[in-house]
């Protein structure tokens, strides 16, 4: 049989089974076909895990920061607002008559009610307490803290009657039965109507009147006495006790974490005021007050001129192991010897002058 055409099936065959390139298609066969190696993966995606959680952490963080600004802001507000509030502490009443609160001006044997008009005419009251009423003594104008009224300071006026003084105590407006509201002006007014008083219904010249405070009570008596020796009618003596060099000092040193001074409307710039002060000049204080702090009585002195236009000078007791609420219960020997000392020198003064005669009790205080 011949093979012939066998063999044309056989290579016919052959052909048909060659591979083709299938370029079109989905699969490519020459690629299959060879020992090239295998496409890589696809990268696998970047993990964002930790910048997710960094940018949680700095979302978090920004809204801790506005919450601490908005209360920040709100706590800026309250001060600028309502900061009188926090500076002044008065109790008020329809009347305070001296007749029933005998404790509180035991020793003296004269006690009379007072009133006098300040310059936005309102009218505030006090005390005239006096150790004899036919004996006329040196009078003190005593000016108090910035808590309660006049009735509060029985301790005061027994203190300044042992050192042989009477004593002129007012309320400022706004405290005790004083009308009006307290500012600093309003302060300033009660003091310049309390000297008016002493001197225009009481008769007494500038060299028979003392000036004194407390606290707040001492940059009111700053004032006064500075206002005085401007006008060249200074009074005879001027102390202070557990004051201040300016309302700025105190409450930045409370408040050190806001701007206290730029929100500050009642500065009591006491240490400015006592370079012009003339008269002799007495500054206590204690040195464990942590209210007002010592430094800053101690700076308020240190403005003073070194004597006074008479030669008297300026005079500071330390007292030793006192704070600001016990001033006159721990510290009565300490403070009677102070003013006893700046009495004394006062006086020498006013004797050279020919302004007081020697017999002055100022100079023999009750005990």
């Not at 500050?264 to 206590?284: G, I, K, Q």
């Not at 001033?327 to 006062?346: F, T």
Request: aromatic fraction near 8%.
């Amino acid at each position: 049989m011949p093979i012939h055409g066998n063999c044309q099936s056989t290579e016919f065959g052959r052909a048909s089974l060659r591979p083709k390139d299938y370029n079109a298609g989905s699969l490519n066969w020459n690629t299959v076909m060879t020992d090239a190696p295998s496409p890589s993966p696809p990268p696998s995606p970047p993990n964002t895990a930790p910048a997710k959680a960094d940018s949680l952490l700095t979302r978090r963080t920004k809204k801790i920061l506005r919450l601490l600004v908005i209360c920040y802001i709100v706590i800026l507000t309250v001060l600028g607002f309502f900061q009188r509030k926090l500076l002044y502490h008065p109790s008020t009443a329809d009347a305070l008559p001296v007749a029933e609160h005998q404790k509180a001006t035991a020793g003296f044997e004269s006690c009379q009610d007072v009133q006098m008009t300040c310059g936005n005419g309102e009218t505030i009251h006090g005390w005239l307490l006096q150790q004899q009423s036919d004996v006329k003594r040196p009078l003190v104008l005593y000016f108090h803290g910035n808590a309660r009224n006049r009735s509060d300071r029985g301790p005061w006026y027994e203190l300044l009657r042992q050192a042989g003084l009477d004593v002129l105590a007012i309320d400022y407006q706004g405290y005790g039965d004083s009308g009006g509201q307290t500012t600093e002006d309003t302060i300033e007014q009660s003091c310049d109507a309390t000297w008016q008083y002493a001197i225009s219904e009481l008769g007494y010249q500038p060299a028979e009147l003392g000036i004194a405070g407390t606290s707040l009570g001492g940059a009111a008596a700053v004032y006064l006495a500075e206002r005085q020796s401007q006008a060249e009618t200074p009074p005879a003596f001027l102390f202070v006790t557990a004051t201040f060099s300016s309302m700025g000092d105190v409450a930045s040193s409370l408040y050190w974490w806001l701007p206290v001074r730029a929100l500050l409307v009642d500065t009591f710039p006491s240490a400015e005021r006592a370079a012009r002060v003339t008269c002799p000049v007495l500054v206590m204080h204690g040195d464990q007050d942590t209210l007002v702090d010592q430094k800053f009585g101690q700076r308020l002195f240190e403005a003073f001129p070194k004597q006074s236009s008479s030669a008297v000078p300026r005079q500071w007791v330390n007292l030793t192991d006192i704070g600001h609420k016990d001033i006159v219960a721990k510290g009565q020997r300490m403070i009677l010897s102070g003013i006893r000392k700046l009495l004394e020198d006062s006086r020498a003064v006013r004797v050279d002058g020919d302004q007081q005669t020697a017999d002055d009790p100022v100079t023999a205080p009750d005990e």
